[in-house]
């Protein structure tokens, strides 16, 4: 370790093995004690980030940038240090009284983070942050990709998995569960499970990945007669929908995919049906979809809660 805060060279065990005894307040406790420290040393900090052996990074305020770790929690921000030269590029996040490069707090050294786990711990929030904002919003986002395609940094109690492959978090989707407000501005809540966002990491796609979360998400709700997918939809996402992969069975009974719409300023205000595409339960339990590609009318299905 450089200095105080200096990056962490040791081996594991990473960020998210580690769950503080004190817990979320804790960790908001430490994280604003020391960058209280940093914006009292203003430009005397001797603490250094290193880049490579070669290039290193000077950890003071003007490099850091304080990030909502949650939508609706404006507060508590996690820092992360931002390259000097390139503002939009960010190096590491002060996580367990350290900085860690961006790679490895997706890192995990426990061998029962293997597949599609969903999100349960503080630390699990970290990483789902770090997938979203940080990889997705910033480091592999192309500035020819369509500017609608943007993740907020989700809520406190957001349904969500992460993709967990050799010990690293390569990918999450997340589900706007049946019931949720659909927004603050009104009543309105879902009446069906929503798949919200979903990512893969660029090195880690054309592999299968995004199938196995879209199926995984057809069986963690495989009671349900219909499911919703939020648009815009990427060409990729099109793709799997029309994948063999999911159309390997009949359609005799199951309900449909509903596609939710945006409706600016006012939130999603209607959902439409996308796919008619059964969700169907074989004698084994195993949840399959099938049928072809075919866009439909809009159809109300979301009413005030009650």
Known sequence: MEGAGGRRRSGPPYPVDVSAQEGASGFWVATNAYYSKLVQQ????????????????????????????????????????????????????????SWWGTEDILKTSDP?????????????????????????????????????????????????????????????????????????????????????????????????????????????????SVLGISCPLSAAMYQGFNHSYFAQTDTTDGGPFWIKMAAAPFGFLGLWLLLPWPLRRSAKGRGSLAGPFVPAKTCDRMLPRK
């Not at 990074?57 to 931002?82: A, M």
């Open 112 to 224: 029962s983070r293997e597949g599609v786990i969903q999100v349960d711990s503080f630390e699990e929030r970290v990483v789902l942050f770090v997938l979203n904002c940080l990889i997705f919003g910033t480091l592999e986002r192309s500035p020819s990709e369509d500017g609608s395609t943007f993740f907020v940094p989700h809520s406190a109690e957001e349904y969500a998995k992460i993709f967990w492959q050799a010990g690293q978090a390569v990918g999450f989707y997340t589900v706007k569960r049946k019931g949720n407000l659909c927004d603050d501005c009104s009543s309105l809540c879902y009446l069906l499970p929503v798949l919200d966002t979903i990512f893969v990491r660029k090195k880690c796609r054309k592999r299968g990945l995004g199938m196995r979360m879209l199926w995984d998400f057809c069986q963690s709700f495989s009671d349900e």
């Open 42 to 97: 203003r430009e005397s900090s001797t603490e250094i980030f290193s880049i490579s052996d070669e290039e290193k990074v000077k950890i003071e305020e003007s490099n850091i940038s304080r990030l909502p770790l949650y939508q609706e929690d404006s507060e508590h921000r996690i820092l992360v240090l931002v390259n000097p030269k390139d503002k939009a590029k960010v190096l590491a996040a002060y996580v367990k009284n």
